[in-house]
């Protein structure tokens, strides 16, 4: 089976600075997606970013990026220039390869941007 | 424009009853999931249909029963409701055959059992 975790469960960040939130998971499998999902105070679950494990190059949305460590079973999410809008709580996620498309979710990291 | 959306986005009842959550995407996908995010935050799937067919039933009690009429539509229907089901329950939906896998998510209906 499956796992994701998190070992932070809560960080802070000043404002225009740099943090990198951890995730490991444990999978057997060769072929699965991981995802950054972010959770702010309204409860809307938002994609941040995707990672397919085939691709080898790191994924970048803007001022987030991911740094994938496919033998180390590492996924860690790093904001840039953070901003008071991207305090939320962060989830990473599995996903296998396949038609059932169940995502496997970690605890979850409570990121807080101070001013 | 909604993509996903849930009815009610807040339900408070009391134990023993029985209650449903609406959810209807507009998106065109044909997967659609329920998930239980816990008081800890934790977020776990519960169902998934794919073309109205049940495809993921995790360990879920019996009392839960999915209903999709359509592959827009999935609802959620709670038999004797407990104190333990308080949660929020979000909808999401998919495009399995797509390049993306990125699923969307729903508000969530936060339930409280009393």
């Known amino acids: 089976a499956q796992t994701v975790t998190q070992s932070q469960p809560e960080m802070s960040v000043q404002e225009a600075e740099t943090v990198t939130l951890s995730c490991t998971y444990d999978t057997s499998e060769n072929n699965y997606y991981l995802f950054w999902y972010k959770q702010p105070p309204s409860r809307q679950m938002i994609l941040v970013i995707r990672?397919?494990?085939?691709?080898?190059q790191n994924a970048t949305e803007n001022r987030f990026s991911v740094n994938f460590q496919k033998a180390a079973k590492s996924f860690s999410l790093k904001i840039s220039d953070s901003q008071l809008g991207d305090t939320a709580m962060y989830f990473c996620a599995f996903m296998k390869q396949g038609n059932t498309g169940k995502l496997i979710f970690g605890q979850g990291t409570t990121l807080q941007v101070k001013p | 424009d909604t993509a996903v959306s849930q009815t009610p986005k807040y339900l408070v009842t009391q134990m023993g009853n029985d209650k449903s959550i609406k959810c209807e995407q507009n998106l065109g996908h044909d997967t659609m999931y329920w998930y239980k995010q816990d008081s800890k935050k934790f977020l776990k799937i519960m169902f998934s249909y794919n073309n109205k067919e049940l495809i993921i039933n995790e360990t879920v009690p019996n009392r839960f029963s999915p209903k999709s009429p359509d592959k827009a539509h999935l609802n959620l229907h709670i038999n004797s409701l407990e104190l333990g089901d308080s949660a929020v329950y979000f909808c999401?939906?998919?495009?399995?055959?797509?390049?993306?896998?990125?699923?969307?998510f729903g508000p969530g209906t936060r339930l409280t059992v009393l």
């Open positions: 990672q397919e494990a085939y691709k080898q």
């Open positions: 999401a939906s998919s495009q399995t055959s797509g390049r993306t896998n990125e699923q969307f």
